[in-house]
């Protein structure tokens, strides 16, 4: 098979192969009442799912209330306990679990035997304890069982016992907390003895002298568990219990023993997401380490230590929390920082300062305007006038203050910063050499106010804080922090803004659809454009939708929503949405446009019947599907039209992920035509329909793939929760 590209941080991808003395078809061909001829173990890939005695996608679609249900065929349901969290994983989704209280029982049925393999993906957030992904308890003590071990960042292994002794493999794998693992172990009974081996990412563990790590000290076949399985747990026996702090995806257990291809297999189930990461940081590396970077804090739990934000630049200038964020939280790009708007916040050192031309970049989610808002600010033992700041006095409201030690300069624009959501934020400022700096404002990737000059440099500070200025402390969460010492350009801005996964580049418009983004008849646009909504008839709002608040339109009240033309993304766009068809009374509208030379102008999102979804646009030319999309049920909705800038344009439709089944899509000559009397939302032609909308957001680009996917990837989890768990009671409450 191909090989996986080199992945970041993880050294190099050389497969080690073990020496000829260890190699499995070398060992003598020993037969087992039970098992037969053991070399009938090792079998090609193609063939992975017979032996699969147990499997838990960890997939919202495979959870049922507590019941995490298994894909293997042999109906051995797993029990989740005390709520772990849906989140993404490498393979669509995951459970996290918190490391207190939190696990997933499995049935001793799905105990594969004497030989057997374990397969699965984690992230270990913490090592606080020693971390048991995995474990085994038996009613005779720990010498009757197993577990899955990290005892420090950088290692992991398994200890399995037969009865009289324990022994592992695997102690010196390269395991990072904080970032995505694929982890296999496999046990082999040899007649005499039972090997032991571990893999991760592909890779066989090594012992301290760099050969393959593998354990041949179990002189009798692993014990059966008797009493418990679990994810995420192990009680010791000794007063003490361990939790597993981490997410954990894609669980296999397999009654044989797993080849090395077998492993790159499953390893490459999840290399997709791997691969895109590595593909994004490719992208934007000329802005990584090495060019022009000062200081890089990720805020990810990986790169915390006490309250030392560890700077991945290289160059040394950790960073300091003070009065103890809370760590751990969801940012755009894996974890970040929350402050609390009293006291908490984190210094930078001096020696990061990038000098008299930079570039700040970093992610922002702004809570609340407790005070003025300082996101960033230096001070300077003589004054305000030798001070930068940047400050957000208002929901909508961002400046950035540079100032050259006789004045300061305001740049920046009093709407389009909204509270409430993530924003990625970055100014620049440049000296001539001569006579002036100039300083500009990006939100979002694109330019926010307008730029403007000050006099001269600006002045160095003496103190650098994240999230205060004097007494007045950010009320939110910081993602990703970056100082450059020089001026990024356009395209490394928006590159860095589509680092993180909240696809927010190129918005033309963004409706929450949620209560706190809702005031009296008016939908707020979050997006830096401020282009608000019209709610018609009062739609019902505080609707649970896939993502926070969704709103409900009734057709026999005509309520609908108006969305501003100037909305229209143009030649290039995209719109998302999530939407559940309640029902099919009159023909479905859900987003639709309106033109003064009438039908052969317009755009429409069009079902007459449970299961059909199309795209009119341009008039009578369609996209779309006539099975995929069931009533009550929500289906996140994208369509997407990219004009080759002289001829053609293509449009696409994609449905829950994926392509839309009947016509996906379609190139058509000239360009999409810009609506001039209407956009809205729940009509079009005198037609209102019945249905639930979530999330809308507009593009003036066409969105790729992986960015769909990740759309799709924020409102899945508890979408597909909700319908599964309680599709009747929605059902009944919300027509």
């Given at each position: 098979m191909a090989k996986n590209p080199p992945r970041l941080g993880y050294g190099k991808t050389r497969r080690l192969r073990l020496p000829k003395s260890k190699q499995a078809n070398?060992?003598?061909?020993?037969?087992?009442?039970?098992?037969?001829?053991?070399?009938?173990r090792f079998r090609e890939a193609a063939v992975l799912d017979d032996y699969l005695e147990l499997h838990y996608t960890m997939d919202s679609e495979h959870i049922d209330g507590t019941t995490v249900e298994d894909q293997s065929g042999n109906s051995r349901d797993g029990t989740t306990v005390?709520?772990?969290?849906?989140?993404?994983?490498?393979?669509?989704?995951?459970?996290?679990?918190?490391?207190?209280?939190?696990r997933i029982s499995v049935p001793l049925a799905a105990w594969p035997g004497i030989n057997g393999s374990l397969s699965f993906w984690a992230r270990v957030d913490t090592g606080l304890g020693n971390v048991r992904i995995f474990s085994t308890d038996h009613t005779s003590g720990s010498v009757y069982e197993h577990r899955t071990?990290?005892?420090?960042?950088?290692?992991?292994?398994?200890?399995?016992?037969?009865?009289?002794?324990?022994?592992?493999?695997?102690?010196?794998?390269?395991?990072?907390?904080?970032?995505?693992?694929?982890?296999v172990f496999t046990w082999e009974w040899r007649g005499e003895y039972t090997t032991i081996k571990t893999y991760v990412d592909g890779l066989i563990g090594l012992d301290d002298e760099g050969d393959p790590w593998i354990s041949n000290a179990l002189t009798a076949s692993v014990s059966a568990p008797d009493a418990a399985i679990d994810i995420g747990f192990w009680d010791t026996g000794f007063s003490q219990t361990l939790y597993y702090d981490g997410r954990v995806d894609d669980f296999r257990l397999y009654s044989c023993v797993l080849t090395e291809s077998d492993v790159d297999t499953l390893y490459a189930l999840g290399s997709t997401i791997t691969t895109t990461t590595s593909t994004t940081t490719t992208t934007t590396s000329s802005i990584l380490p090495g060019s022009g970077q000062d200081v890089y804090l990720t805020m990810d739990n990986a790169h915390i230590t006490g309250a030392t934000l560890e700077d991945q630049s290289g160059n040394d200038r950790d960073g300091t929390m003070v009065n103890a964020p809370i760590t751990g939280g969801d940012g755009p790009i894996a974890e970040s920082i929350a402050l609390d708007g009293v006291d908490q916040h984190a210094t930078v050192p001096i020696a990061s300062w990038p000098g008299t031309s930079g570039s700040l970049s970093m992610w922002a989610n702004v809570t609340d305007n407790t005070g003025n808002v300082r996101i960033f600010a230096t001070e300077h033992s003589s004054g305000g006038n030798y001070e930068h700041r940047f400050s957000s006095a208002a929901d909508g409201s961002l400046y950035i203050y540079m100032a050259n030690g006789s004045g300061t300069v305001q740049v920046g624009a009093a709407s389009g910063f909204s509270y409430g959501i993530w924003h990625h934020v970055v100014f620049t400022w440049e000296y001539d050499g001569s006579t002036e700096t100039t300083i500009t404002l990006y939100v979002d990737g694109v330019v926010f106010g307008s730029a403007d000059t000050i006099a001269g440099t600006v002045t160095t500070p003496e103190e650098i804080y994240i999230g205060r200025f004097d007494t007045s402390y950010l009320n939110g969460s910081?993602?990703?922090?970056?100082?450059?010492?020089?001026?990024?350009?356009?395209?490394?801005?928006?590159?860095?803004?589509?680092?993180?996964d909240v696809v927010i580049r190129g918005l033309t418009a963004y409706y929450t659809m949620d209560d706190a983004n809702i005031d009296g008849a008016t939908l707020k646009d979050v997006s830096v454009n401020a282009r608000d909504g019209t709610l018609v008839n009062t739609p019902g709002t505080s609707k649970v939708g896939p993502i926070g608040e969704a709103i409900r339109f009734k057709a026999a009240s005509n309520e609908k929503v108006s969305v501003p033309l100037t909305a229209w993304p143009g030649n290039d766009g995209s719109v998302s949405l999530w939407i559940n068809v309640i029902d099919n009374t009159g023909n479905v509208r859900v987003f639709n446009t309106d033109h003064s030379g009438g039908g052969g102008s317009e755009h429409r999102t069009w079902s007459d019947a449970d299961g059909?979804?199309?795209?009119?646009?341009?008039?009578?030319?369609?996209?779309?599907?006539?099975?995929?999309?069931?009533?009550?049920?929500?289906?996140?909705?994208?369509?997407?039209?990219?004009?080759d800038g002289s001829t053609n344009t293509t449009i696409k439709m994609y449905i829950d992920n994926a392509a839309a089944v009947a016509d996906p899509d379609d190139t058509f000559a000239g360009t999409m035509i810009a609506p001039d009397a209407a956009i809205d939302i729940g009509f079009w032609n005198g037609s209102y329909s019945n249905i639930l909308v979530d999330d809308l957001r507009m593009y003036n680009r066409a969105l790729s793939t992986a960015e769909i996917a990740d759309l799709y990837n924020m409102g899945s989890l508890p979408a597909t929760t909700t319908t599964t768990t309680t599709t009747t009671t929605t059902t009944t409450t919300t027509v």
């Open positions: 070398s060992y003598p061909q020993t037969s087992h009442p039970a098992y037969g001829k053991l070399g009938s005390n709520n772990p969290v849906l989140r993404n994983g490498p393979i669509a989704q995951s459970l996290a679990l918190n490391g207190v209280n939190q071990v990290s005892e420090k960042d950088g290692q992991i292994a398994i200890y399995m016992s037969d009865g009289s002794r324990s022994s592992g493999s695997g102690e010196n794998s390269t395991f990072t907390y904080g970032t995505w693992h694929h982890v910081i993602d990703d922090f970056r100082f450059y010492s020089r001026v990024l350009d356009t395209d490394e801005i928006a590159a860095l803004a589509d680092t993180g059909k979804l199309l795209f009119y646009y341009n008039g009578n030319n369609y996209i779309g599907t006539l099975t995929q999309v069931t009533y009550g049920v929500w289906h996140h909705i994208v369509v997407t039209w990219d004009y």
